[in-house]
Structures are given as structure tokens and as C-alpha cells.
């Protein structure tokens, strides 16, 4: 039997089913006997198919408050319990995320609820309530946890604080001058953890888009040699890197303005209907006599609806081309709609960028 591989993925909001809802009510209720499971269930679901992702989790949450009897250090005494029974990395939010609603006029007791929480679910979109009302304060337990032994607490500590978190608010004073967060990012600059590593490189790209004199002179003094640094300096790099900036280019290694002669240069189909796919092929050869340490992309100028073209960059292949040499690259990219980019019929121009560089010029049409 073959796999259909064309029906849709299950929607991310769907991870607050009925079915995950009803296990959160049972294993509160058996931790918490005078909880009243039909009546979060009732609370719970209610409107529950024309809700998002983040609605349903804001939705759990009250519900949860809802049906915790006492106060709020008795509800956090009830989630702690609860919190290695809900066995799903995204829905344990729900636990941080009754601490971002109602734990705001207990720091210190909210703090220690998501410091153990995130390692759970991430604390990520809770704590920036708190760097909202108190920043100060908060930060400065954060700078704690970027020293923390466990991977998930060190993450928060990057995560929490990024200026410009997917999913969650900017922080404004952070997006103009992110500076309170740079003690966090040295202490994890040169993380063990993937996870960790991820989230700074992440929080530096961020830094990369407002303030980029600022990041790479910091990033300038970081010991390359170490290989957990390099590969956080490199992604966190990516965004200028693709707007082919010098000092970027420079810092990851590459040998600066192309020495190449580009020998051929495809894109095949030159038509294809929207849900088709597009073929690049090229090859670029040496005209240097010495190696060359170059960044391949290719960049996609999308046609817009009302005319015009929005351009997204797009990384091909990092290479070391020896002098005279030549390497041939290719890649494959579906040409379908997202939630983030919808599609228009029209021409779409692709350039080849080396080091930052146009070096050759194609493109595609998009049927209607």
C-alpha cells in the first residue's frame, strides 16, 4: 500500500483536541479529586473549532483556572503534579501559560513555576509577561538561568528574552537596544546543547535585523575556533549573510568578492502551474588562483498581487572551489501556497548570488 502523500498534515491547532483535553481533565482529577472535569471539559470546548492554536491554549488555561479550587499557590501545587502527565511538549504550555494569567502577583513563586515548567513545555511566551510588567527584575533572574544545568532552563533564559519571538509580542525596548540580553548570550556562546545553541543563533538573528553594527562587533570577539560557537556565529549570521554583507561574509570565512566564471545556469521548467515544482542547475568555475571559500543562494523574486515582486533569498551550498575548479549544484523547490506566502501567476526572476554577489539571472513563469 502506498502512503498518500498529498493529504494535508493534521492542523497545529489540533493539538488541543477533544481527546488531549479530556486526558489534561483526567489527570487533574485524579490528582486533584475536587476537580470537576466535565465542567473544564464544558469550559474547554466551548467554541472550540473556530479557535487557533493560541486561542485554544489561552482557552485550557482559564478553564484550568476555572476548576482549581483555592489559591493560586494550591493551583501551581496541583500543575506541578500534573505537569509529567500531560506527556506532549506543546500542550504542556498550557501549564507556564496559567502562570503568565494568574501567578503575576507572585513573582518569586511564578518564577520557580517556570523554571521547572520549561522543562516540560517551554516558558518562551510566559516570561515575556513578566519582562513586560517588571523587566528589571525579570532579566536578571533570566541572566540566572542562562548558567542553569539543565539544557531547558538555559534555552528559556535565549528564548524568553528574544527581541522578536515568533508566535508572542516584540520587545520593543529589546528590538531598540538589546543589550540587557548580551550577558545571556555570552554565558551560553559556547552551549553543549544543540537546543540551546539553536535558540541563541535564533536570538542573534533577531539582534541581526534592528542592530547589526552592534552584532557583529560582538560576534567579532567570539573564539571561532571553538566549533559550538562557529556553528552559532554561522546561523545566526544567515540574514545577513543573504543580504551578502561583508563583515558577515567575512567572519564565517569566505574569500570575499567571487573569483568565478559561471559555466551554465537552468531553471527548468520554464512554465509550470502553481503545486509544480522548479529545477536549478549550475555550474560555477574557478577564474582564481587560489581557493576560494564561497556561499551559494539563490534568490526568488515572487510576484506580488498588486504587481511588482517581493524577493526571498534562499541558501543553495557553502563550498570550497580550489583554482580552476569547477562544481556543478542543484536543487529542487516546490512552487505551492503557505499561511505565510501566497502565490501569483507572472514572471518570477531567480538570481544566483556567490558571497553576496549576482553572478547569473533566470526565472520562471507561473501559469494562472
Known amino acids: 500500500m502506498t502512503e498518500d502523500l498529498t493529504q494535508a498534515a493534521p492542523a497545529l491547532k489540533e493539538i488541543f483536541d ?48 476555572g476548576c482549581l479550587a483555592g489559591s493560586f499557590e494550591d493551583a501551581v501545587a496541583v500543575l506541578y503534579d500534573l505537569a509529567p502527565r500531560i506527556q506532549h511538549g506543546f500542550a504542556s ?23 521547572y515548567f520549561t522543562r516540560f513545555g517551554s516558558a518562551e511566551f510566559a516570561i515575556r509577561h513578566f519582562l513586560a510588567d517588571d523587566f528589571d527584575r525579570t532579566i536578571k533572574v533570566m541572566r540566572g538561568w ?45 552551549d553543549p546543547s544543540l537546543y540551546v545553541r539553536k535558540s541563541v543563533a535564533n536570538h542573534l538573528n533577531d539582534i541581526s535585523k534592528d542592530n547589526p553594527g552592534l552584532l557583529l562587533e560582538r560576534l567579532a570577539g567570539w573564539d571561532m575556533a571553538d566549533r559550538n560557537t ?9 540574514t545577513l549573510i543573504k543580504k551578502g554583507d561583508p563583515q558577515a561574509l567575512d567572519l564565517i570565512g569566505t574569500t570575499g568578492k567571487p573569483k568565478v566564471d559561471v559555466a551554465a545556469f537552468a531553471v527548468t521548467p520554464a ?14 568555475v574557478s577564474t582564481a588562483q587560489e581557493p576560494q571559500q564561497l556561499v551559494v543562494d539563490y534568490a526568488v523574486h515572487y510576484v506580488k498581487k498588486a504587481g511588482g515582486t517581493s524577493k526571498k533569498v534562499f541558501k543553495l551550498k557553502e563550498i570550497t572551489l580550489p583554482p580552476a575548479g569547477q562544481k556543478e549544484l542543484s536543487i529542487s523547490q516546490a512552487v505551492r501556497d503557505f499561511t ?3 502565490h501569483y501567476p507572472g514572471h518570477h526572476r531567480i538570481e544566483l548570488i556567490v558571497n553576496g554577489e549576482t553572478v ?9
Do not use: C
Not at 230 to 238: K, M, P, S, T
Open 360 to 368: 547569473a539571472e533566470g526565472g520562471f513563469e507561473l501559469r494562472g
Open 340 to 342: 505565510t506566502r501566497k
Open 93 to 115: 504550555i498550557v501549564l507556564p501559560e496559567f502562570v503568565a494569567l494568574y501567578g503575576r502577583a507572585d513573582f518569586d513563586r511564578s518564577m520557580e513555576a517556570l523554571h
Open 271 to 284: 512554465s509550470i502551474a502553481l503545486g509544480g515544482r522548479i529545477a536549478l542547475k549550475t555550474s560555477i
Open 230 to 238: 562557529a556553528w552559532i556565529v554561522r546561523h545566526a549570521l544567515r
Open 18 to 65: 477533544r481527546d488531549r483535553l479530556r486526558h489534561i481533565a483526567t489527570e487533574t482529577a485524579s490528582i486533584s479529586p475536587g476537580f470537576d472535569a466535565e465542567k473544564f471539559m464544558m469550559l474547554a470546548t466551548e467554541g472550540l473549532d473556530g479557535l487557533g492554536i493560541m486561542q485554544r491554549l489561552r482557552q485550557t488555561a482559564t478553564s484550568l483556572n
Open 146 to 190: 542562562a548558567l542553569d544545568d539543565n539544557e531547558h532552563v538555559r534555552r528559556l533564559a535565549s528564548e524568553g528574552s528574544r527581541p522578536r519571538l515568533p508566535w508572542s509580542f516584540q520587545m520593543k525596548n529589546l528590538v531598540s537596544d538589546p543589550s540587557p540580553t548580551l550577558p545571556i548570550l555570552e554565558a551560553l556562546r559556547a
